[in-house]
């Protein structure tokens, strides 16, 4: 016994909206002998009579009536998988995971997600905050599918797009004496206590401020967010880094002032795992890539 296809479902919708096989045929371009022929062989397979035949065309039996409910459910159904199908692997709906070291507030990464969401609203941007290690971790057991990270934080070997620069300030509490200064440099700065995240097995965040102050700065390790860390400072226990975009915000007691010294800054990058095969993925990486060069942000 032959099988429907998904033609004949199509024939059969064609022909009860049109009321002849004539011009059911004509509508789809083929001869009306062809659907008269494959109907009838539907009609044969179920062991029912779908449409009444007559001198005023055909229509619908009772027991047809019945079968086409199912058979435009089942070709809605089939529209539904393809245009999921498409979109999905076409990158325009899904879910990208991002893990972020630094809350992406400011600019330009503000506007990098804001235009991302103009331009695809029905990809859902979920943000998870880590360290380090932990995010390179989730990179790698397909927890997360990209991460914003620091140049100096990258691992070996990392693949990542490098996205923009940005400048680095000091965080200071309000009333310490280099609060007066317009702007401060690292020999200002040398001597003070800084507050730096940090955990057992996640030391970047001092290992870079080390690399701007030496190795005899004083440290003060603390395994809380960027956000306790400027709570901190505000209490006067001591200073920090903060990057130009972070110092939008206001935290009470907290002062910015700019570093003038040309290295100053940081790199931030995207980084992913390249054998992982999603259109989303793919879309998004693209899509930051080229829309920091389009603004020049390196």
């Given at each position: ?40 062989r539907v009609e044969e397979e179920l062991g ?13 039996t009772t027991g047809g009536r019945a079968v ?231």
């Amino acid at each position: 016994m032959a099988e429907m296809e998904i033609r004949d479902l199509k024939y059969l919708t064609a022909s009860a909206d049109a009321g002849t096989f004539t011009s059911a045929a004509k509508a789809l371009g083929l001869n009306s002998s062809t659907i008269s022929r494959r109907i009838g062989r539907v009609e044969e397979e179920l062991g029912l009579t779908l449409f009444e035949r007559g001198r005023f065309g055909i229509r619908l039996t009772t027991g047809g009536r019945a079968v086409m409910m199912l058979v435009r459910r089942a070709l809605a159904d089939i529209d539904a998988v393809m245009t999921s199908g498409h979109q999905n692997g076409t990158g325009k709906v899904g879910k990208v995971r991002l893990g972020v070291r630094m809350p992406p507030i400011g600019e330009p990464m503000r506007t990098l997600l804001s235009r991302w969401r103009e331009v695809h609203p029905d990809v859902l941007l979920t943000i998870f905050e880590m360290n380090e290690r932990d995010m390179q971790a989730a990179l790698a057991e397909r927890r997360l599918d990209a991460a914003l990270m620091t140049s100096h934080a990258l691992w070996p070997h990392a693949t990542s797009e490098p996205l923009y620069r940005e400048r680095i300030v000091a965080a200071l509490p309000h009333g310490h004496p280099l609060s007066e200064r317009r702007a401060v440099d690292w020999d200002a700065l040398r001597d003070e206590i800084f507050l730096v995240q940090g955990w057992d097995e996640s030391q970047s965040a001092r290992e870079f401020y080390a690399a701007f102050l030496g190795s005899g700065a004083k440290f003060r390790m603390h395994a809380a967010s960027k956000q306790s860390v400027f709570a901190l400072v505000g209490a006067g226990l001591g200073v920090t880094l903060a990057t130009v975009s972070q110092s939008e915000v206001v935290f009470p007691g907290v002062v910015y002032r700019p570093i003038d010294e040309e290295d100053a800054w940081l790199q931030v990058e995207l980084a992913w795992i390249p054998d992982v095969e999603d259109a989303v993925l793919g879309r998004f990486i693209a899509f930051m890539r080229d829309e920091a060069r389009s603004r020049h942000l390196l």
